[in-house]
């Protein structure tokens, strides 16, 4: 089983671009499936993406990758925008096990 720890998070202006990563303690990382969520003030937990789809608000924008070799999934996030402001999340899952990291917050403003 794997634990998750985010970060990367910040303050930023609309228009500018931030990038999380996940790193992930424990065996078998690769075998994970991996994503990011986010969860606004006020609002439910959102998928962002994940290796096989993504959130049509944040196409063209945000991008997921991972680097099996450093246990880590990283979220680049371009173009940002205030409604991009939220806790993002990183989630890993295999089978019928999950896991979430706790975190990270982004805040887009002027």
């Known amino acids: 089983q794997v634990q998750l720890v985010e970060s990367g998070g910040g303050a930023v202006q609309p228009g500018g671009s931030l990038r999380l990563s996940c790193v992930a303690s424990?065996?078998?990382?690769?075998?994970?499936?991996v994503g990011w969520y986010r969860q606004a003030p006020g609002k439910q937990r959102e998928m962002v993406v994940t290796m096989a789809s993504i959130a049509e608000a944040v196409k063209d924008r945000f991008t997921i990758s991972r680097d099996n070799a450093k246990n880590t999934v990283y979220l680049q996030m371009d173009d940002l925008t205030p409604e991009d402001t939220a806790i993002y999340y990183c989630?890993?899952?295999?089978?019928?096990?999950?896991?979430w990291g706790q975190g990270t917050q982004v805040t887009v403003s002027s």
């Open positions: 989630r890993a899952w295999r089978g019928s096990y999950e896991t």
């Open positions: 424990g065996n078998g990382f690769a075998a994970y499936a």
